[in-house]
């Protein structure tokens, strides 16, 4: 099975807290992206981060980074000082090898920042 | 440069009638999909072109949905027949092509209503 978890449905933050969105993934290619969108309230998916299978470094990008973890299959997305502006849908996505390049979406988590 | 584009934004249509959504990929890209994103089902995929190559259609719901590419850029995606259950917001996306580059890029989407 092709499947991407988040299990978190919803996540309310005060706004300068650092919030982690989980994304769990199964997949039996050895060669797979994983990827991270944003839908803020305008409704357009905005790309965030892409990963291949074999490079599990993590990745720092201001107040975003990624935590991809092949021993659990996870590939999970931290902001650090939420802002109000990172109220949104985030999706995490994979994309096998073995299929002509369609997403795998998991169910999306909305975050909401308070100020 | 101009991201992808989708006409019309926002479609309502009576049960029964056919209905045409049309959307323009990122200059250079070769390969387009669509997908779906309902309140039951989150983000589906529903089709992929990719060059000459013949189009992925597994994820077309019904033989209601079907979609070309015309000269390898604009796609229309026509619903024949709409239902209710058809209501949902259509999104395109483009990509430079299947590997590192497979980085797919949305558009903002056609909202349709079937009433």
């Known amino acids: 099975a092709q499947k991407v978890t988040q299990a978190q449905t919803e996540i309310s933050v005060v706004e300068k807290e650092d919030v982690t969105l989980d994304c769990v993934y199964e997949?039996?290619?050895?060669?797979?992206?994983l990827f991270w969108y944003k839908q803020p309230p305008s409704g357009e998916l905005v790309f965030l981060i892409r990963?291949?299978?074999?490079?599990?470094q993590n990745e720092i990008s201001g107040r975003y980074s990624w935590n991809f973890q092949k021993s659990t299959s996870s590939f999970n997305f931290t902001i650090t000082a939420s802002q109000v502006v990172d109220s949104a849908v985030y999706f995490c996505?994979?994309?096998?090898?073995?299929?002509?390049?369609?997403?795998?979406f998991g169910q999306g988590t909305t975050l909401q920042v308070k100020p | 440069g101009a991201g992808v584009s989708q006409s019309p934004s926002n479609k309502v249509t009576e049960k029964g009638k056919d209905v045409e959504l049309r959307c323009d990929p990122i200059?250079?890209?070769?390969?387009l999909y669509w997908y779906r994103q309902s309140l039951g089902q989150g983000l589906e995929f529903l089709i992929y072109?990719?060059?000459?190559?013949?189009?992925?259609k597994s994820g077309l719901p019904s033989d209601r949905f079907s979609a070309e590419r015309t000269g390898g850029s604009v796609s229309t995606l026509t619903i024949q027949r709409t239902q209710q259950e058809d209501s949902a917001v259509y999104l395109c996306?483009?990509?430079?092509?299947?590997?590192?580059?497979?980085?797919?890029?949305f558009g903002p989407g056609t909202r349709l209503t079937v009433l």
């Open positions: 996306a483009s990509s430079l092509g299947l590997g590192f580059e497979g980085t797919q890029y």
């Open positions: 997949t039996r290619d050895t060669t797979y992206y």
């Open positions: 990963r291949n299978s074999f490079d599990e």
């Open positions: 996505a994979l994309r096998p090898s073995s299929n002509t390049g369609k997403l795998i």
């Open positions: 200059s250079g890209h070769t390969a």
């Open positions: 072109f990719q060059g000459n190559s013949a189009p992925d």
